[in-house]
Structures are given as structure tokens and as C-alpha cells.
């Protein structure tokens, strides 16, 4: 709110600014009013004369926010050369002239013309001349003055903000600094107290207070809770004329709040938690969810679950939820209904983050009990290890048991249990086992160089509840048994040469055995009982499981003896003995001086005894030249054979003949007589092929009956070797159809069609005598010719 009181306060100024005016005057006139000097002549250049000064001033000032309805007078401008009589002009040019100020021009008075405030400007700069109306010349030189606007408290003061917000740790002091807050008067600073501001607070006691000076807003009363009230809205009030009655002022709200510290231990809602859990729950499965209340915020009201030592801490672990800061339950081991049924906790919740200064209110944690009970429930069967192993003998017979597994059912009633073998693991059914006992028994013989590891699965199941089951893996371990001879580790190809000597070693050999004994293999070299003395070769044992070949003679020839055969007794040194006879075949080969085989046979000896290397090449040529002779004789014979009368045209195949003609029909004897086949002695003997143009080089040969009396193989064969051997066959591949059935029986023909064409008086009585299956045809054609007319 604004108040004025305008008479007092205009008297008020006038009194306190008049010295103001005239030392403003004074300044301003000692450079701008009119000053009249004399220039230095040749005559008195150091003489001076001042001149009388002709400026009249009335006025240098003017309040702000004139509410007169007349103009303000400011002031009147005059000079000594006025002399009434309307010759001067005076002109005002500067800062607003014409437009805020106006002036008379022959009196010299100024107004204002329009309200002015000291806000927006608080001086104005004029400049003033005076000239002659006749002349237009300037009586006085231009002169500059100022107007100044007074202040009078027209503005309120501001604050910066309209809305503060700040923040105060909770349990914080009295006087605890929270936020200072700034106001401003547009008035003059200068000049009075419009502008000196006073700071009270109008709503936020009795928690809050302000410096009346500073505008720093502090807390008033200790030990404020954030948990019985977090949010303040202050209003803060700046008054000017320094709080005095009749003051301007403005407002501003302050919204505080206050921040959270750690001084709330956590406290579970209730002592005593319950949950329940089936003995056969996983590890890791979640029993239940516990919550201690923290009445801080953030990182204030962050715990941390723990089990206290005691009933099952080993058994459970609680483990805690960062999102929703609770506790979470958890099976640690396996839980067993028989051995324990009941497990008791102590949990404790307690601060991730206390804070010292409050660590006298007491301990920040709080303890809740927890009773977790296990419930039963039909386990599966319990084998008595993990896994098992079993090591057996590789000549253990069949059916011999060789291991047994054991399980119980870990429950109260403790049911029976039944064995038995996953066949997806024993595919060949080598094991078996016993139902009730759980002995594992062989099945089939046992073999460690095949198979020298057996993984089998054996599931024991409840007998009265099937579902119930469990599997447990069966690692069976072959052992070794020495059932294998040492044989030779590789086909040697030993020779030795024709001018070997005494004690030449000629081989090395080395064995194998396929079994695997404990101690390792040791292996023994001899000559067979049958051949201890070799006049030829010697076996000397290297005791490395290797054996030396050595000659015992001076020379060898090939043409006495090509080959050797030396048997050679070997044996190892486990139990039982194995043995074996392996054979070396040694040839005798033709060595250069070095000891290199250059030939082997007794055929290359001959021949380079025999022959010089010119006769082998004349032999050479003389094989080469009869192969092109009878390649050449074998072309001319192609080339001389004769095309078939038939081709087709739309066959361009080699040595196919297509034949396009139907026949005529069985009365078509041209094309085929296919009777002669049937009936060889209806066979034409000078018929000649129809396929191929006769040659009269080439005599039809007239072939002997052999159809008499003859087998249709045998005659079959024969015609078959009749059309390999005949001239007149075509050169190409051809097919014979024979359709021969033999010789006639000698029961004729019994169909009645051809009846005609033999005797009607033929005897028909011996049907009679063919047995039961010709009786209907005795009863037909046999009896009186009454009968059969």
C-alpha cells in the first residue's frame, strides 16, 4: 500500500534541498553560464577583465509523480540582456525539451509537462540559449544545466523469487542456517529510507525465524522430527522505510522441507513368524518373506537380514531384497521329516547405515522369531553312495554276481524296494540284477579288449507306489586277464642276400599282445621245439621285447632254395603263459656290394644268365609286330562281313535290327515258321535266314536229327553250339527262341478235337487200369459202343 501526504512532504523537501540547489546551481553555472572574457592585445597582453554574469536561475529540481492538474513548474531562465521589451528568444534543447519540458520563449519559464519518474530517469541534461529576435544572433553563449528528479517511496521492495524452496536436516539445532532470501526497492538508496528493507516473517513460527537484516531464514526449534511432519511453507515479509509506519512491502513464500537421517532403528510389525516347507523341497527354494518397518527413507532405512547362531542356522539362510528391503528364507541343506520336525530361528533386521551422532537412542536392529515346519512327504528311494564301482575279472562265467547296490526308503514306512536295470545303458543285455537284493549279476562273457568299461543305470522303486523311484549310476571295470597270445606286430617282408655272411643281422621283429597286464608286457623269443637248431638262421631275443634275425651261413643261392620258412616260438611272462608261432618268410635276393636287393626270383636269374639285353629287345619286336598283325587281320574280317538286308531308317543304333512287321497271322508261313521249333522233322533243310543276304562261299551244313530219344536240355545245348559254329550268323548279338516241348507222350493227345482225325474203334480200357484219378475218364470213353454213341 502507498501513501502520500503531499503538502508536508513537498515543504519538507524544499527545506532540506535548498542548499542542494544552490550548490547545484553553482557547479552548474561555474561552467556553463556565461562568462565574458577579454583577449590579450600588443599593448596590455597581460591584463584580464571578468564579466558580469548574466544568467538568472530559479530552480534546479522537480519531485517525481506530480499529481497536480496544473504543469510543475521547474524553473525560469534569465538573463541581464532581457530588457522586457520582447526582443529574446529563449530556446531549451537536451534531454526531453518539447516533449517533457517545455519553455516560454519570451519569459524564459519551464514546465513539465508530463509526470516523471525518477525510476526510469533521474536527471535530465539541458541546454539553454538566449538570441536576438532581430538579429538571430545568441546574446549569451549556450549554457548547460541539469534537472533533477527527486525520489519520494513509490515502490514496494521485490524479492528475487517468487517461491523458494529449501531443505533442513531433520534434528538439526535452533538457529541452524536454512536459506537466505533477498528483497529489492527501486527507490533511491540515497535519499532517505525509501529503500532500506526490513525482513519479518508473517507465517512458519514458532519452527522458523528471519535476520530482519540479511534475510537469512534459521530454525527455532530443536530436534524437529521428519517423521511427524516433513513439509513447512514460510512467508517471509520485506518492508521499506525501514519498517516504519507507512511503509511499502512485499511478500515471498519459503517451501521447506525436511531431509531424512538415520535415527529410527528397524522394528518387525511382530515377533513371531511361521511358515511351512515339504521335506523335499530343492536347495535355494523360498520358504517365506519376513519385513522389519523403518520409519527413515533411502539409504537411512536399507538392513540387512541375519540368522542369529542357534537351531538351523545351518540349515536355513535368509538372504535380503534390496528392492523391497525384506527378508527372504531359504533352505540351505536338505531337509529330512523323520530326523527333525521343527526348526526355530532368531532373525535379526538391523541398519546398513547408522549414524553416529545417533547411536545413543540404542542398538539399530530388532530381532523377530521364526518356526519353519517340515512337512512329510513320499520320498524316493535312498542309495547308500552317489555312485559305485565295480571291478571284475574279464573270465568270470556267466551269472556270477559280480557287485551289489543297496537303497531304503527314507520314509517312516519304510516300503519295499525292487531293482532293476535301465536296458537304454545295457543295450546287449551283458547285466542283470537280482530284484530284491540288488545284486548285479553277468548275463553274457565279459571281453576287456571289446569293451573294457561298462556305465550302467540301476533304478530301485517302490513296490507299492511305482512313481517313487531313483537311479544311480553302475561304473563297471573290466580287469584284465591274460587270454591273448603275442603275435608278430606287423607282416614282415625279410630277405637276405645271396653274399651274405655269417652273423648278419637281417630283421628286427617286435609283437603285440593284446591284453594289458599290470606289471607291463615281457615278451620271449625261441625257436620252435621241433626246430631248435636252424642250420640257416638264428633268433636272438634282445630282451626289449624284440627279436634279431642273424645268418648262419656264408651264402645263399637262389637257385637251391628261393625262400626260407623260419618258425619262431613266442611267449609272454603273466599267468597263464600265452604263446604263439609266427613264421618269417626270408627270401634270398641278388644284393649290390652295399647290402641292397636288387632282384628276388630265380626267373630274372635266368634270364640274365641266358639272354643279352639285344636278344630281349629283338623279342620285343617280333611280340609287338604279331599284335598288329592280327589287329590289321581282325579289322579286314569286320570289314568284309555284309550289312543286313533290313534296316530301319529311324534306327541309327550299332547292330540293332528293328523289325516293324506284325505277321500275317498263324496262316503267315513266310515271315516265321515258328512250327520248326515245335516240330523239328517239319524243319525245312535247305531254308535259308531271312535277315542276311545269303553267301555261296559258305555250304549249309545239314545238321544230324537229334531229336530223337533226346533230352530238350541236351537239345537245347546242341542247337546252341550249331549257331555259334554256323558261318551264317549274323556278327551282332541275336535271339533264339526255342519253344521245344519234347517228345510225344505216349497217352497221345486227349483233347477231343483232334479225335476226328484218328480211329473211331480205338480201345479205351486202359483207363481203367490208371487208378481212381482216371476213373471219370474210363467211365467217359471206356464201356460198350452203346456207351459212347
Not at 154 to 170: H, I, M, Q, R, W
Not at 360 to 378: M, N, Q, R, W, Y
Not at 495 to 506: R, S, T, W
Request: hydrophobic share 35%.
Amino acid at each position: 500500500m502507498r501513501t502520500y501526504h503531499c503538502i508536508p512532504l513537498f515543504i519538507w523537501i524544499y527545506m532540506c534541498h535548498t542548499v542542494d540547489t544552490i550548490l547545484l546551481q553553482e557547479k552548474a553555472n561555474g561552467y556553463l553560464s556565461s562568462k565574458k572574457i577579454v583577449g590579450l592585445t600588443k599593448d596590455d597582453g597581460k591584463m584580464l577583465r571578468r564579466t558580469k554574469r548574466g544568467w538568472m536561475w530559479n530552480q534546479f529540481f522537480l519531485l517525481e509523480e506530480y499529481t497536480g492538474t496544473d504543469t510543475q513548474y521547474v524553473g525560469k531562465l534569465h538573463t541581464d540582456q532581457d530588457k522586457g521589451d520582447g526582443n529574446l528568444k529563449y530556446i531549451l534543447t537536451g534531454d526531453g525539451a518539447g516533449s517533457l519540458f517545455v519553455i516560454d520563449e519570451n519569459t524564459g519559464d519551464i514546465h513539465a509537462a508530463k509526470k516523471l519518474d525518477r525510476e526510469e530517469k533521474s536527471l535530465y541534461i539541458l541546454r539553454a540559449k538566449a538570441i536576438d529576435r532581430k538579429t538571430g544572433r545568441q546574446v549569451e553563449p549556450e549554457s548547460e544545466f541539469i534537472i533533477k528528479i527527486h525520489d519520494i517511496n513509490d515502490n514496494e521492495p521485490k524479492f528475487t523469487k517468487d517461491l523458494y524452496t529449501a531443505s533442513v536436516p531433520e534434528m538439526s539445532g535452533v538457529g541452524t542456517s536454512v536459506i537466505q532470501v533477498t528483497a529489492t526497492d527501486a527507490d533511491d538508496a540515497n535519499y532517505g529510507n525509501s529503500a532500506k528493507v526490513v525482513y519479518s516473517i508473517l507465517q512458519g513460527q514458532p519452527y522458523f525465524s528471519v535476520d530482519p537484516e540479511s534475510g537469512i531464514i534459521k530454525t527455532a526449534l530443536p530436534d524437529m522430527s521428519r517423521e511427524n511432519r516433513e513439509q513447512y511453507q514460510v512467508v517471509i515479509q520485506a518492508k521499506d522505510m525501514g519498517g516504519q509506519m507507512g511503509g511499502l512491502s512485499g511478500t515471498t513464500t519459503v517451501n521447506i522441507t525436511l531431509t531424512d537421517v538415520n535415527n529410527n532403528p528397524p522394528r518387525f510389525p511382530q515377533s513371531t513368524y511361521q511358515f511351512n516347507s515339504p521335506e523335499s523341497v530343492p536347495l535355494g527354494t523360498h520358504l517365506g518373506r519376513i519385513k522389519a518397518n523403518d520409519p527413515d527413507v533411502g539409504q537411512n532405512a536399507e538392513m540387512e537380514y541375519s540368522i542369529a547362531e542357534g537351531d538351523g542356522a545351518d540349515t536355513f539362510d535368509v538372504i535380503t531384497d534390496k528392492d523391497t528391503q525384506e527378508g527372504i528364507i531359504t533352505v540351505k541343506q536338505n531337509l529330512d521329516f523323520e530326523n527333525k520336525m521343527l526348526y526355530t530361528l532368531r532373525v535379526d533386521a538391523s541398519n546398513t547405515h547408522p549414524d553416529p551422532r545417533f547411536l545413543h537412542l540404542g542398538p539399530f536392529k530388532d530381532t523377530a522369531v521364526v518356526k519353519i515346519s517340515v512337512e512329510d512327504i513320499d520320498e524316493p528311494p535312498v542309495f547308500s553312495k552317489v555312485s559305485y564301482l565295480i571291478e571284475v575279472d574279464e573270465d568270470v562265467k556267466e551269472g556270477s554276481i559280480i557287485g551289489q547296490v543297496t537303497a531304503y526308503d527314507p520314509d517312516a514306512r519304510n516300503n519295499l524296494i525292487k531293482y532293476s536295470v535301465d536296458r537304454h545303458t545295457d543295450m546287449d543285455r551283458i547285466f542283470g540284477i537280482h530284484s530284491e537284493n540288488g545284486s548285479i549279476f553277468t548275463l553274457k562273457a565279459l571281453d576287456r579288449e571289446s569293451s573294457p568299461w561298462h556305465n550302467i543305470t540301476v533304478t530301485a522303486t517302490e513296490t507299492n507306489n511305482p512313481k517313487q523311484s531313483s537311479h544311480i549310476p553302475v561304473f563297471i571295470r573290466i580287469l584284465d586277464i591274460n587270454d591273448h597270445a603275442p603275435e608278430f606286430a606287423m607282416y614282415y617282408e625279410t630277405f637276405v642276400c645271396e653274399n651274405a655272411k655269417p652273423g648278419q643281422l637281417i630283421q628286427t621283429i617286435s609283437v603285440m599282445d593284446k591284453d594289458d597286464p599290470p606289471r607291463g608286457h615281457k615278451f620271449f623269443f625261441e625257436p620252435v621245439p621241433e626246430f631248435t637248431l636252424n642250420p640257416n638262421f638264428t633268433i636272438v631275443d634282445n630282451k626289449d621285447n624284440t627279436a634279431g634275425i642273424m645268418t648262419r651261413k656264408d651264402g645263399y643261392s637262389r637257385n637251391k632254395m628261393s625262400t626260407y620258412l623260419l618258425p619262431i616260438l613266442i611267449f609272454d611272462n603273466d599267468y597263464p603263459i600265452q604263446s604263439s608261432t609266427g613264421t618269417l618268410t626270408i627270401r634270398v635276393c641278388a644284393c649290390d656290394s652295399q647290402g641292397n636287393m636288387q632282384s628276388c626270383t630265380a626267373e630274372a636269374l635266368i634270364l640274365s644268365a641266358g639272354l643279352s639285353t639285344g636278344a630281349l629287345v629283338a623279342i620285343l619286336l617280333c611280340v609287338l609286330i604279331l599284335l598288329i598283325l592280327v589287329v590289321l587281320f581282325a579289322a579286314l574280317k569286320r570289314q568284309r562281313k555284309k550289312e543286313p538286308l533290313i534296316i530301319s531308317k529311324d534306327d541309327v543304333r550299332d547292330n540293332v535290327v528293328t523289325y516293324n512287321d506284325e505277321g500275317g497271322g498263324e496262316e503267315d508261313t513266310q515271315a516265321f515258321d515258328i512250327g520248326t521249333l515245335r516240330n523239328p522233322e517239319a524243319r525245312e533243310d535247305s531254308k535259308l535266314r531271312r535277315d542276311v543276304m545269303p553267301e555261296t562261299i559258305f555250304q549249309i551244313r545239314r545238321t544230324v536229327p537229334l531229336w530223337e530219344n533226346i533230352d530238350v536240355q541236351d537239345f537245347i545245348h546242341r542247337r546252341l553250339k550249331e549257331n555259334d559254329a554256323d558261318p551264317s550268323a549274323p556278327p551282332y548279338d541275336s535271339l533264339a527262341t526255342y519253344a521245344y516241348e519234347g517228345n510225344d507222350s505216349i497217352a497221345d493227345s486227349l483233347s477231343s478235337l483232334e479225335s476226328l482225325t484218328v480211329d473211331c474203334n480205338q480201345d479205351y480200357d486202359y483207363l481203367s487200369d490208371w487208378g481212381p484219378r482216371f476213373k471219370k475218364l474210363a467211365d467217359m470213353y471206356g464201356g460198350d459202343d452203346s456207351d459212347r454213341d
